[in-house]
């Protein structure tokens, strides 16, 4: 039973702490990259490198490079600026799907990302972003589990060879719908250099980031970060879903943000957004760190 001193002592303790400011959350231990492409067009490579690492980006995830000379400028540029290539963003996979039936087809997507591997290798990166595959008018959602499958397959003898993991991206292709089924999908690889590199904006038409990532769990290997937006018109019925700045869109952050502690996620997250200047580019790396603290709240 309560006497009235403990209830006193219990009152006075009540107030005590609520007149305390309220302890902040820790910064989840993820590294801020940019994707290459959000960097302006009409600079040099070095001079991209330099201003993301100027802007405070602390990795970079670049795209395919099948001429050696530009690949080559790319790791100088890296070293110079003190900016990690963390990723390869592979490019021939949407043109030339692994899921195709043609096997020319399926073999050029082959050679595409062989190339992104050895890139990856040259640059110190530890993985290649790949879209699995795509379902459409000809191509099945059974042919499409079953081929990405055996071309992925291909490609791990090169990936553990040098040390490279095979990032799969579930994106708008139709293709791996359900937090369970892609969670499924990368385990039947059975081999660690196949992960999965989730992007958040990514299944918020059909799902919840916070619920992706509390299923993979630790098949995340990286982060892409983005935000999406619904605005229904009122009345009239219309709608428009479209890409935002992280903060102006319908991601609930703070849930993000609580799933990825959940899991103990401790690898790179990078910006996937439009192109800008480096005002832009500050900008966005300060709403990368709000939400990697627990502290973006919606339209920030």
Not at 92 to 108: L, N, Q, R
Request: charged share 20%.
């Amino acid at each position: 039973m309560m006497t009235r001193r403990s209830f006193l002592q219990n009152a006075a303790l009540t107030i005590m702490s609520s007149s305390l400011p309220a302890q902040s959350k820790s910064r989840l231990p993820i590294r801020m990259a940019v994707e290459y492409s959000m960097l302006p067009e009409n600079l040099s490579i070095a001079q991209r490198f330099q201003l993301a690492k100027d802007c405070g980006y602390e990795q970079i995830e670049c795209p395919t490079e099948t001429d050696q000379a530009t690949a080559e400028a790319m790791k100088s540029a890296s070293e110079k600026s003190g900016l990690p290539i963390h990723s390869v963003m592979n490019m021939d996979h949407w043109k030339y799907p692994f899921t195709s039936s043609d096997p020319a087809v399926v073999e050029k997507s082959l050679e595409g990302a062989r190339t992104s591997i050895r890139n990856a290798h040259l640059w110190g990166a530890s993985t290649v972003l790949l879209v699995p595959g795509v379902v459409n008018a000809q191509t099945s959602y059974k042919d499409a589990y079953v081929r990405s499958q055996a071309a992925v397959r291909k490609l791990i003898p090169l990936a553990e060879e040098l040390n490279v993991t095979l990032a799969l991206e579930e994106v708008w292709n139709k293709f791996l719908l359900s937090p369970l089924e892609f969670a499924h999908y990368i385990d039947e690889y059975n081999s660690q250099h196949v992960r999965a590199y989730f992007d958040v904006g990514n299944v918020v038409l059909y799902g919840y980031p916070q619920d992706w990532i509390r299923t993979l769990g630790k098949r995340i290997v990286k982060l892409h970060i983005k935000d999406f937006s619904f605005h229904r018109g009122q009345g009239s019925g219309d709608s428009v879903a479209r890409w935002v700045s992280p903060g102006d869109g319908d991601i609930d952050w703070i849930a993000v943000y609580t799933a990825l502690q959940e899991i103990g996620y401790q690898g790179t997250a990078t910006l996937e957004l439009n192109p800008g200047d480096a005002d832009y580019l500050k900008e966005m790396r300060r709403r990368f760190a709000l939400i990697l603290s627990g502290e973006m709240h919606p339209k920030a």
